[in-house]
């Protein structure tokens, strides 16, 4: 099975100095401290668990055994605690070997939250040693100055601190529920593209806030299944037969929310010059998007 990684995700350098900074190696230390401190009880990790995340993160990078070790527990833990040297060739650049460590934290969380999915009707506490292992190392990434964040499985690269506390973080939390999970997927596609500087950015943000809509109109049954786009969802929540879910006010903000963000990325521009948002638009564009779902999926 193909596992998404940061390696991978992130291929173009983002890490220029020669050696990873004191920080960022004590990031990696209280990462391994809150792996087999904090979780390994509650979620009762075994050998099993330290191997699948070995292996995803060997057939990914394409590479063999990660360390050499007595156990996969502890070739997990070594490989993410190990000192950064230039002359080592395994280590290749320090951008490479930040790369690494940061894939296997990112599989090591991920197949956590999966495995306290598992256990959580018979073990609720599971869920919330996860929670707050989640909240530790997006405290301790932004102590070490990562300008990273870890949501819902992956590693992406952080907006402003107080957009990631105060909208990005909560909008995440909210989007673990699996009938979230194409508004959680777009939303990270969003991110991925404005990194990559791509122009269609936006239109997955919209996209992410579309889907949300829809899913709130559906499970209410509010849905006619004769919309025809975002604007007729949109209707459904203001009607007064929905109790005014969104005011009207509201309603008119988020059509035009679709009419300059998401429709000029919807069709094609004809003689017309192609959309064009700056950085900073797309930007807004993204943030707006997390913010009205947070607040919607709230509501609902």
């Known amino acids: 099975m193909i596992q998404e990684i ?11 100095a020669d050696h990873p900074s004191a920080e960022m190696h004590r990031f990696f230390l209280q990462a391994a401290h809150i792996i087999f401190d ?26 063999g055994r990660l360390y050499d070790a007595s156990s ?30 940061l894939s296997l934290v990112e599989l090591l969380f991920r197949f956590a939250e999966e495995r306290a999915r598992e256990l959580a009707p018979r073990a609720p506490a599971a869920v919330s040693a996860v929670a707050s292992a989640v909240k530790e190392l997006n405290g301790r990434l932004r102590h070490a100055g990562m300008g990273l964040h ?24 909210l989007l673990r529920d699996a009938k979230w999970a194409n508004v959680d997927r777009e939303l990270k596609e969003a991110i991925e593209r404005a990194e990559g500087q791509r122009q269609d950015a936006a239109f997955h943000a919209a996209k992410a ?15 006619t299944g004769r919309e025809r786009g975002a604007a007729n969802y949109i209707d459904n929540l203001v009607s007064q037969q929905s109790g005014r879910f969104v005011a009207p006010w509201e309603g008119d903000m988020l059509r035009a929310y679709f009419v300059h ?40």
Not at 44 to 53: P, S, V, W
Not at 75 to 91: A, I, K, P
Not at 264 to 289: C, F, K, R, Y
């Open 6 to 16: 940061f390696l991978r995700r992130y291929p173009q350098q983002v890490y220029w």
């Open 38 to 63: 904090d979780l390994v009880e509650p979620l009762q990790l075994d050998i099993g668990f330290f191997k699948r995340a070995h292996d995803a993160l060997a057939r990914e990078a394409g590479c």
């Open 72 to 101: 996969w527990d502890a070739v997990c833990g070594e490989f993410l605690t190990e000192t950064y040297d230039l002359w080592n060739d395994h280590h290749s650049s320090a951008d490479a070997f930040l790369k690494m460590r």
């Open 150 to 173: 870890y949501h819902n499985g992956i590693l992406q690269f952080a907006r402003d601190e107080l957009t990631e506390t105060r909208t990005a973080e909560p909008c995440w939390i």
């Open 209 to 223: 806030l579309e889907s949300a809509i829809k899913i709130i109109s559906d499970d209410k049954g509010w849905s």
């Open 261 to 300: 963000v998401r429709n000029p990325h919807g069709h094609g521009a004809g003689s017309q010059p192609p959309p064009n948002l700056t950085v900073h638009q797309t930007d807004w564009a993204i943030e707006i998007a997390m913010a009205w779902i947070k607040n919607l999926v709230r509501r609902s």
